[in-house]
């Protein structure tokens, strides 16, 4: 894995690592939420007659629920949705998805954020999620580690993946930091190819369907293929990227 972090801070022009804060998305890496959030836009357009294409949704998994809704219309229609018509779509969704949705914990989940915190390092979330059924339950599934100073939803973009924004904005959270300082957890193309974008060593951990490429195409530097992986590798990682320089 060292070549990994070694060519990161070349291209970066970074002398080293100095990690403050680690930046987790939520959906698919935190819970194992993406199947009822597919499913439940799938159903959604289909009952608008709106014809979508096989895994669009995890293609589409960290946009905003309007820009979303927009690249459904805009190939089934021919135009954006109007606010009103984004309002009752996307409220229809959320009642599908709480219907759907197990509420299940990514298993090891729970454990990477103790680790994480045991190393004296930030967690910080960067979803696209606006979903009241998962952001009010993070404090009693993940008790003391995210509040609203580390966290940044839907409700605080205005653009969203695959814009680097969220992620800058998880960068402030994190303590005014330099991409340098951080790490970011990922798990969909959109989010990725966000977090690179935004300048920072991003993890795709691989818990849906989409192929490993998909997320190296989209900027992931390494790929793992569950939170138990990485919680196996997160003292490598840390140990590499407390010790590697750019000479």
């Not at 959030?37 to 960290?62: D, N, R």
């Not at 490993?212 to 990227?241: C, F, Q, R």
């Amino acid at each position: 894995m060292t070549e990994q972090f070694q060519q990161y801070l070349k291209t970066n022009n970074y002398n080293r690592f100095d990690l403050k804060a680690i930046l987790f998305d939520m959906d698919g890496v935190l819970y194992d939420s993406m199947p009822a959030h597919a499913k439940s836009w799938q159903q959604t357009m289909e009952e608008l007659g709106l014809k979508t294409e096989p895994a669009e949704f995890y293609l589409h998994e960290g946009r905003t629920g309007s820009s979303t809704i927009n690249i459904v219309f805009k190939r089934n229609l021919g135009r954006n949705a109007t606010e009103g018509e984004v309002q009752q779509i996307y409220e229809r969704k959320s009642d599908l998805f709480v219907k759907y949705n197990t509420g299940n914990i990514i298993p090891k989940a729970k454990e990477v954020l103790t680790f994480v915190k045991s190393k004296g390092l930030l967690p910080v979330l960067v979803t696209g999620s606006g979903q009241p059924s998962l952001l009010d339950r993070l404090d009693k599934n993940f008790p003391n580690v995210f509040n609203p100073k580390t966290m940044v939803t839907a409700f605080d973009v205005k653009i969203g993946k695959p814009h680097p924004e969220p992620f800058l904005m998880g960068l402030q959270k994190g303590g005014n930091l330099t991409p340098n300082q951080a790490l970011v957890i990922e798990n969909a193309p959109l989010g990725t190819e966000s977090a690179t974008k935004a300048g920072i060593f991003t993890i795709g951990v691989n818990t849906g369907p989409l192929e490993d490429e998909i997320l190296e195409k989209s900027g992931a530097k390494l790929v793992l293929h569950s939170m138990s992986e990485l919680l196996d590798k997160l003292p490598e990682i840390l140990n590499i990227t407390s010790s590697i320089r750019n000479n």
